[in-house]
């Protein structure tokens, strides 16, 4: 769990590491999924994490906002959801854990071995089968033809 609260406290953002001041919520799964494709397909080694309750404003500042607990009360589960909607399968782990005394989510998914990972079934008219998206900075971007091959 230490490993975990480093990441909270000092990592930056990377194609590894993706921060989100406010949780998900039921309005913003396809968001979920998208960030989960995007670093399943980064292209480093070792798993990857979603910090939920951290951000930084506009002048890079860390801030730690928290989640409440009802955000990760199981509805919408999300390791069910990046199972239903993305393949090939990988690994997710919801981890909560205190930074600054405050509530944070740590999603943390796993060696990502089996790129591409893309959507197995469609989820809505923004976000269907075949999608596959990569990080650019701090932006999940939709790959293309030549992306994919690449990987």
Excluded: W
Aim: a neutral charge.
């Amino acid at each position: 769990m230490n490993h975990l609260i480093n990441i909270a406290r000092s990592a930056d953002p990377g194609p590894g590491v993706q921060f989100r001041l406010q949780a998900y919520g039921a309005s913003a799964i396809d968001s979920f999924l998208r960030d989960v494709l995007s670093l399943a397909n980064a292209s480093i080694s070792g798993p990857r994490y979603i910090v939920v309750g951290v951000g930084f404003d506009g002048s890079g500042e860390r801030q730690v906002s928290g989640i409440d607990t009802s955000d990760f009360a199981g509805k919408p589960g999300y390791a069910a959801l990046a199972h239903e909607f993305i393949e090939p399968p990988l690994r997710i782990h919801y981890h909560a854990i205190s930074v600054v005394g405050k509530r944070v989510g740590v999603f943390e998914i796993g060696d990502c071995q089996d790129r591409p990972y893309m959507m197995r079934i469609d989820y809505s008219e923004t976000l269907r089968r075949g999608d596959a998206y990569k990080q650019s900075g701090e932006l999940s971007i939709k790959m293309g033809r030549q992306q994919l091959m690449q990987l």
